[in-house]
């Protein structure tokens, strides 16, 4: 059993940055591949970011590349999102997620379904 709390939440101009924590209990952290979906209001959730066990291999969605950063600290165990030159648009509840294994490249982009745990969501408000 693994159980994820989200941090670092709250609101912030266009432009700026935020860095979101997911703390997790359990010591089987370091066997599951950590990521980060996010849910703004009347969408559906969406994949943002995801990090290999090892923390050498990372999946962004085309919306995250060159902005967000997903990190990872096994001794800690926390996974980090770094979101850089944020946007209106990235308004949501970003949530913390832990699978098996990693996202798959579909024609439609990276798809993330083997998520078996889930933090209970941190706001991330952007202001225009």
């Known amino acids: 059993q693994v159980q994820l709390v989200e941090s670092g939440g709250g609101l912030v101009q266009a432009g700026g940055s935020l860095r979101l924590s997911c703390a997790a209990s359990?010591?089987?952290?370091?066997?599951?591949?950590m990521g980060w979906f996010r849910q703004a209001p009347g969408k559906e959730r969406e994949f943002v970011a995801a990090i290999t066990v090892s923390g050498y291999t990372t999946y962004y969605a085309d919306r995250a590349k060159g902005r967000f950063t997903i990190s990872r600290d096994n001794a800690k165990n926390t996974v980090f999102l770094q979101m850089n030159s944020l946007k209106p648009e990235d308004t949501a509840v970003y949530y913390c997620a832990a699978a098996p294994r990693p996202p798959i490249l579909t024609v439609h982009g990276l798809r993330w379904d083997e998520v078996v745990y889930w933090g209970q969501g941190t706001q991330v408000t952007v202001s225009s």
């Open positions: 359990g010591r089987t952290f370091s066997s599951y591949i």
